[in-house]
C-alpha cells in the first residue's frame, strides 16, 4: 500500500509529544489527536469487541468437518 501521500507528523513533534504524554501519566499517546474523548470512544469499542474473550480457542476454529 502506498502512503506516500498521507500527510506525516515531524519526528520532533511526535517526540515532543511522547514525552508530555509520559509526564501526562498516559498510556496511549496520540500526539495527532486534538480531541481526546474520540480515544475513550475508541476504547470502550474495543473493549466491547473482546468482551467475553476466552482463554481458549473460538469454536469457529475448531477442527475442520
Given at each position: 500500500m502506498d502512503l506516500s501521500a498521507v500527510p506525516r507528523m515531524s519526528a520532533d513533534d511526535v517526540v515532543t509529544a511522547a514525552l508530555a504524554g509520559i509526564a501526562l501519566g498516559e498510556v496511549v499517546i496520540a500526539p495527532g489527536v486534538e480531541d481526546v474523548s474520540l480515544l475513550e470512544s475508541v476504547f470502550t469499542?474495543?473493549?466491547?469487541?473482546f468482551h467475553g474473550?476466552?482463554?481458549t480457542l473460538a469454536n469457529r476454529y475448531g477442527a475442520t468437518p
Open positions: 469499542a474495543d473493549r466491547s469487541a474473550q476466552e482463554p
